[in-house]
């Protein structure tokens, strides 16, 4: 497997606490990997560090064996990586329409198909919003987004298992060709439906502490 982007030996500080410990994490392109853990695992911080929200205390992020550590969150977007957190993922008081629209201009059609639930929405500001809703939205920008990396922090967040089961078909779909991405979400417990081949990576206390391939699909 071709490693898209990687963390190599990070270290992440909140103030006096280390919240990774010299973590290891090659993520490989055309996959979905699931980063498990608890909270306090790491896996959300893993996540942030490399999409650039975080600094790292120590290591480096390696982009297609490039050294991107310094680059800022907005650079590395630019450059094709889509960051969805869990929280204040979308312009709350901005209406749902206009949060598709910057998100993707021209392609709310392809959002709407994909959560065809936004559409008695679109005039509605995404503050007024259920929490599932608001996944929804936040998740149409890493669908449209022509990103080589998608990285997604508990993707089915406030959804009901319909649309959850929809929604990891849907980012299954971005590992696929064309756009062959490397999806890297954070879970507490591997999701259903992932591809054969996707890996699962468990985190506990800011360390990798073990890793399988899904061989079938995982229910």
Same mark, same amino acid.
Do not use: K
């Given at each position: 497997?071709?490693?898209?982007?990687?963390?190599?030996?990070?270290?992440?500080?909140?103030?006096?606490?280390?919240?990774?410990?010299?973590?290891?994490?090659?993520?490989?392109?055309?996959?979905?990997?699931?980063?498990?853990?608890?909270?306090?695992?790491?896996?959300?911080?893993?996540?942030?560090?490399?999409?650039?929200?975080?600094?790292?205390?120590?290591?480096?992020?390696?982009?297609?064996?490039?050294?991107?550590?310094?680059?800022?969150?907005?650079?590395?977007?630019?450059?094709?990586?889509?960051?969805?957190?869990?929280?204040?993922?979308?312009?709350?008081?901005?209406?749902?329409?206009?949060?598709?629209?910057?998100?993707?201009?021209?392609?709310?059609?392809?959002?709407?198909?994909?959560?065809?639930?936004?559409? &008695?929405? /679109? +005039?509605?500001?995404? =503050?007024?919003? #259920?929490?599932?809703?608001?996944?929804?939205? $936040? %998740?149409? !920008?890493?669908?449209?987004?022509?990103?080589?990396?998608?990285?997604?922090?508990? &993707?089915? /967040? +406030?959804?009901?298992? =319909?649309?959850? #089961?929809?929604?990891?078909?849907?980012?299954? $779909? %971005?590992? !696929?060709?064309?756009?062959?991405?490397?999806?890297?979400?954070?879970?507490?417990?591997?999701?259903? +439906?992932?591809?054969?081949?996707?890996?699962?990576?468990?985190?506990?206390?800011?360390?990798?502490?073990?890793?399988?391939?899904?061989?079938?699909?995982?229910?």
């Amino acid at each position: 497997m071709t490693v898209e982007i990687a963390l190599r030996r990070a270290r992440v500080r909140y103030g006096p606490l280390e919240a990774l410990h010299g973590l290891d994490l090659p993520l490989p392109a055309a996959t979905v990997t699931v980063l498990l853990g608890r909270n306090g695992s790491g896996r959300t911080t893993a996540l942030r560090a490399l999409a650039g929200t975080v600094p790292l205390a120590a290591g480096r992020v390696e982009w297609r064996g490039t050294d991107v550590t310094r680059l800022p969150a907005h650079v590395r977007a630019r450059r094709g990586l889509c960051f969805v957190p869990d929280l204040r993922a979308v312009y709350p008081t901005l209406t749902v329409a206009e949060n598709l629209d910057l998100a993707a201009p021209g392609r709310r059609d392809e959002a709407l198909a994909a959560y065809p639930e936004l559409g &008695p929405l /679109l +005039g509605r500001r995404a =503050a007024t919003l #259920s929490g599932g809703e608001r996944r929804m939205l $936040a %998740l149409s !920008r890493a669908l449209l987004a022509p990103a080589r990396v998608v990285l997604v922090d508990e &993707p089915s /967040l +406030g959804m009901a298992p =319909a649309v959850a #089961s929809r929604t990891y078909a849907l980012l299954a $779909a %971005l590992a !696929r060709p064309p756009r062959a991405a490397a999806v890297v979400l954070a879970e507490q417990r591997v999701p259903r +439906g992932l591809p054969p081949g996707s890996l699962a990576y468990e985190l506990r206390r800011g360390s990798l502490a073990g890793g399988r391939e899904i061989t079938a699909p995982w229910t």
